[in-house]
Nanobody, 117 residues
Framework: QVQLVESGGGLVQTGGSLRLSCAAS????????MGWYRQAPGKQRELVAR???????NYADSVKGRFGISRDNAKSTVYLQMNNLKPEDTAVYYC???????????WGRGTQVTVSS
């Protein structure tokens, strides 16, 4: 079992920045991918960014150049630095982790990010 706890959401104006953190605990050695998804009201959950144990990253086109994902393996924590935020970035952001062998997915409870215009 893996537990994920997010922090760092909040209200920010257009053009502002936020940093989200996700701390993993439990059977973390089984995890090979961690990342962030988001879900806006009335929309499907979508991938924002993910990072592998080896440091490879993927980003949604809508956030490339503005968001950066990083991982501190010693702290079992993944971060999402969000810059130049836009109102369309408003959503609940969920931390995600996937086990390498079973491909089982774990989710955090989510943290609200609201960008005012």
């Amino acid at each position: 079992q893996v537990q994920l706890v997010e922090s760092g959401g909040g209200l920010v104006q257009t053009g502002g920045s936020l940093r989200l953190s996700c701390a993993a605990s439990g059977s973390i050695r089984s995890i090979n991918v961690m990342g962030w998804y988001r879900q806006a009201p009335g929309k499907q959950r979508e991938l924002v960014a993910r990072i592998t144990t080896g440091g490879s990253t993927n980003y949604a086109d809508s956030v490339k150049g503005r968001f950066g994902i990083s991982r501190d393996n010693a702290k079992s924590t993944v971060y999402l630095q969000m810059n130049n935020l836009k109102p369309e970035d408003t959503a609940v952001y969920y931390c995600h982790a996937r086990e390498g062998l079973s491909r089982f997915d774990y989710w955090g409870r989510g943290t609200q990010v609201t960008v005012s215009s």
